[in-house]
């Protein structure tokens, strides 16, 4: 199949029989997920305040970003320390924002984090807030979007994982989200050709030394929906990262070209990668840029009515012509333009969908050969 691999990856045996307690159901997996992809925008007040007025236990460097260089995780916080920097900084905050100076959308914050904080220890799922680790797209960025329209792509470092097992011999991703992840990070500090992802897979493998059983899961929102898939199928390549890495995002448009999808659905295969998009019916943002661009990974589409059923699409290689035809209309910007706004409401549809999405589980999903065609287990076979 061109650029397709040669031969079939077996799956991994021993990825989901290491003892790890994988959440219940979807539904929770969303819920939670939902809560970090969002809080981050609080992140985000948190940095720009910073940057203008300064907060106590939140520096902000000469070249405007977080460094805290007595921190064995400088640009890392986990929800418990953000709980510390809004409640030693409340007067500054609800002077600034809306969301502090109402008492229940500040108890209903703290109440998410503490939430979270419980869950970090409960399940051992690695949960920071980082202003590039969890993404999101902070006020400073929104002006960016419109360069991210232009839908050039660029050739960025091929995983040598990928190139060793013959996956693609390249991967080109949208340049605009692709210059978030690989650019230099610029700090005095740093090595000259140190990048954001580096900055990110330095933090994570430490927290993964002290937390040596817990899990990496990668989310946002948006922009930070498309970050997320980038950093997410990068980190499933590293042999240091345990797998699977679980990206989970809300509103994502697509990241990269053929080979990106390749080199997604052959982590997948192999467990290494499990990726949920979550896409509200009718949101245009999840629909761009089309192109010459793929979704990659498992999609739940949310439907704003009542009653209706979230539906569940995989870009399999063994799906039939009319599934494919299906799966790309229905992602397609002529059947997502609308004049509302269905580009925020994740949460709200997450819930509204709890019966249903308590029926199913995303590892199951992944077993499904109707869907994703995958038949774990299988001896390695050439395509």
Known sequence: ?????LEVPQADPT?????????ENLYVELRDMASV???????????????????????????????????DLPRSFSPKEIIEIIENNLDTLKSRFKNFQDEEDYELT?????????????????????????????????SNWLSNVAFLKKEYDLPPVLEENGVVESLRLHSGFGKYIFDYTHDDDDPVTWRKYDEILEDVKLLLKEYPSYKVYVTGHSLGGALS???????????????????INFASPRVGGRHFLLAA???????????????????????????????????VRL???????????????EESYRKFVGRLWQNSLITSLNLGY?????????????????????????????LTGFKHGEETQRV
Not at 1 to 5: K, R, S, T, V, Y
Not at 15 to 23: C, F, I, R, S
Not at 64 to 70: A, E, K, N
Not at 270 to 299: C, E
């Open 1 to 5: 199949m061109g650029n397709a691999p």
């Open 303 to 317: 439907y704003k009515e009542i009653g209706r059923e979230p539906i569940f699409t995989y870009p399999s290689e």
């Open 229 to 247: 898939s980038i950093v997410g199928v990068y980190l499933a390549c590293d042999p240091d990262i345990p797998k699977p890495v679980s990206v």
């Open 37 to 71: 992809a969002y809080l981050v925008y609080t992140f985000a007040y948190l940095t720009d305040t910073a940057r203008e007025f300064g907060l106590k236990g939140l520096e902000i460097n000469d070249e405007g970003r977080i460094g805290m260089p007595s921190r």
């Open 110 to 142: 703290i109440k998410k984090l503490k939430i979270l904080q419980d869950l970090l220890h409960s399940r051992n799922t690695m949960i920071g807030i980082r202003s590039t680790t969890w993404f999101t797209a902070s006020p400073r960025m929104t």
């Open 265 to 299: 659905r052959w982590l997948e295969r192999r467990r290494w990668l499990r990726m949920l998009r979550v896409v509200n019916d009718n949101d245009t943002i999840a629909a761009m840029p089309m192109t010459n661009y793929h979704h990659i990974g498992m999609q």
């Open 15 to 23: 990825v989901l029989e290491d003892g790890y307690v994988w959440p």
């Open 342 to 370: 269905d580009h925020a409401d994740y949460r709200e549809r997450v819930d509204k969908d709890q019966l249903s999405l308590v029926k199913y589980d995303l590892n199951d999903l992944y077993d499904d050969p109707t």
